[in-house]
Structure formats: structure tokens, C-alpha cells
Nanobody
Framework: QVQLVESGGGLVQPGGSLRLSCVGS????????MGWYRQTSGKERELVAR???????NYADSVKGRFTVSRNKAMNMVFLQMNDLEVEDSAVYYC?????????WGQGTQVTVSS
């Protein structure tokens, strides 16, 4: 069974930084893509950043130049470095993995940007 476990969320002031980490586990864990989505109350889950086998990376326009996604494929890990955080970045952040044709999600980690 595939599992994704996030860590690294928390409270930060505007302009600050946070680094999220996610580790995947389970038999046959060989994700063709990993990344991060986020969701706020009353809104749909939205893509933040995703990295695909082969190196293609997609970012939401709102985070380009501030967030960086990276991956350690051998360790089944994906990271999200978030710099220059804004109040609008506050959300629950979910780790995502595409494994054997199915989408898997972590339990989510709260990021709150507030002064």
C-alpha cells in the first residue's frame, strides 16, 4: 500500500521561508511524478508544483520565482522550498504521487503565513 507522509509545515511571518518534505513508501513505489498541491477552506485543491520523471517541472503562476520543488527519486522523497511567503500561501499542503497509474495523497500539513 502506498503512503505519503509530509512534514515541515507551521506558522511563519510574511516574507519568511519554510521547507516541506514528503517521503513515499510501499511496495512497488516508483512514482512517475511527485509534487505538491494545496487547499484552503471552500476552494478546490490546486497544483503548487510537480516534478515528473525526465525532469519536467510545473509551477502555479502564483508561486513562480518563490517556490522550488525538488526530488530525491532514490529516497522516494520530494521537497518544496517556499521563500518570500505571502498570507495568500496559507493552506493545507498535500504531497502527491503518481504510482502505477493512480494518484496518491498525503494527509496534509498546515502552512500558516501571518504576522
Amino acid at each position: 500500500q502506498v503512503q505519503l507522509v509530509e512534514s515541515g509545515g507551521g506558522l511563519v511571518q510574511p516574507g519568511g521561508s519554510l521547507r516541506l518534505s514528503c517521503v513515499g513508501s510501499g511496495s512497488h513505489f516508483n512514482a512517475v511524478a511527485m509534487g505538491w498541491y494545496r487547499q484552503t477552506s471552500g476552494k478546490e485543491r490546486e497544483l503548487v508544483a510537480r516534478i515528473v520523471n525526465g525532469g519536467d517541472v510545473n509551477y502555479a503562476d502564483s508561486v513562480k520565482g518563490r517556490f522550488t520543488v525538488s526530488r530525491n527519486k532514490a529516497m522516494n522523497m520530494v521537497f518544496l522550498q517556499m521563500n518570500d511567503l505571502e498570507v495568500e500561501d496559507s493552506a493545507v499542503y498535500y504531497c502527491y504521487g503518481r504510482v502505477l497509474g493512480h494518484d496518491f495523497w498525503g494527509q496534509g500539513t498546515q502552512v500558516t503565513v501571518s504576522s
